[in-house]
């Protein structure tokens, strides 16, 4: 985790002609309706989750073939799988979070998160959730198709990020989670692979709202979810509210200024350990070419006590973020293929 590989690559979007295109996306249309008719899996169970689904959704009772083709895999996460695709009636493309309705409660609550939340949130750096699907074997959430990598990705290929460049993406990103604040939404799921990334603009879209909850000022949360990496310790003693972001604001962070994370062990017991108990180091080896407005930033989010950490509004207002409009210096040759 701790190691940035030298140099950089590049990623390269392939473009095929119209007719190349159409024929791929035919092979793959075969291979996918082959893997959903093999296994019919669903259970009485499930198909009765399903409808209640379907009812309290709006999802869509029609064949999404009908509407859409289906493309390669994009992404893999959790609980889905993220394919490109393309709307038949104008050839748009857009991105489809598939979801196998086999495991049963675990699904079907990550997909009543996700599409309830962006349903309610309407936001520039949130993803648009076009229409739901249902079948027999499958959920379909049709997104809008994000160009770009996610951040884990790209720091991941060895893109070491400007803090000018982080100061920009954390701007975007605490100005949508006091958006989704404002509307009672908490993501619980804020890291590195949950932001897509335009590498010309350097703006950023919010995407996986799988853990996402709707919160009362009143009644605090208690699931413990999210990625242990991030998790606030508030999370892991079992009671808490929207702050829990904030964390894994701080956490990402410190990630993407030094490469490291702050906390960090073998197992996922002694790494929430850490995050309970241990402080937070900034060796100076590390930290000698970061301003100290940043880590001043970081220092604000990073504390345990979720009543005395700074909140999504505060922070838009921190010296570090509020100081300029980076937008334009943040872009200025920072494309990330020219680095
Ligand atoms: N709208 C989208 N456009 C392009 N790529 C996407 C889109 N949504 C997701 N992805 C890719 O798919 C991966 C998994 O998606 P995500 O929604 O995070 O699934 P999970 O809930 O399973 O983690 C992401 O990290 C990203 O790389
Ligand atoms: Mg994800």
């Not at 229409?131 to 379909?140: A, G, L, P, S, W």
């Not at 997104?143 to 993406?169: A, Q, T, W």
């Not at 009644?219 to 509210?241: I, M, S």
Request: charged fraction near 25%; hydrophobic fraction near 35%.
């Amino acid at each position: 985790m701790t190691c940035k590989p030298k140099g950089v690559v590049i990623r390269t979007i392939l473009v095929t002609s119209c007719t190349r295109r159409k024929s791929i996306r035919k092979m793959f249309n075969k291979s996918h309706n082959k893997c959903m008719m093999k296994d019919k899996y669903i259970t009485d169970c499930a198909r009765s989750f399903a409808q209640n689904l379907r009812k309290s959704l709006n999802i869509l009772e029609q064949n999404i073939e009908d509407h859409y083709t289906i493309g390669k895999v994009i992404g893999i996460g959790h609980y889905g799988t993220v394919r490109e695709g393309w709307k038949l009636s104008d050839d748009s493309k857009v991105a489809i979070k598939v979801f196998e309705l086999k495991t049963l409660q675990k699904t079907f609550k990550s997909i009543c998160c996700e599409v309830s939340s962006l349903q309610k949130a309407s936001h520039n750096n949130i993803i648009d959730l076009h229409q739901v699907f249902m079948d027999e074997t499958c959920c379909y959430l049709v997104l809008e198709y994000v160009e770009g990598v996610d951040l884990s990705d790209l720091i991941m290929d060895g893109y070491e990020l400007k803090e000018r460049e982080v100061k920009y993406i954390l701007q975007q990103i605490t100005s949508t989670i006091n958006y989704l604040h404002s509307i009672h939404i908490c993501h619980r799921d804020i890291k590195l692979d949950n932001i897509m990334l335009n590498t010309d603009t350097f703006d950023i879209k919010l995407i996986d709202f799988g853990f996402s909850t709707n919160f009362s000022e009143v009644d605090h949360l208690n699931c413990k979810c999210g990625t242990p990496y991030y998790v606030a310790p508030e999370v892991l003693k079992g009671n808490y509210g929207k702050e829990c972001d904030m964390w894994s604001i701080g956490i990402m962070a410190y990630y993407m200024l030094t490469g490291n994370p702050p906390f960090h062990s073998e197992s996922d017991s002694e790494l929430f350990n850490s995050i309970m108990k241990d402080e937070v180091l900034y060796p100076q080896k590390v930290w000698e070419s970061i301003s100290p407005e940043a880590k001043g930033f970081i220092e604000k989010l990073l504390i345990k006590d979720p009543s005395k950490r700074m909140t999504a509004e505060e922070s838009l207002e921190h010296p570090w973020l509020s100081d300029e409009d980076i937008s334009s210096t943040a872009r200025s040759n920072t494309r990330c293929g020219s680095i």
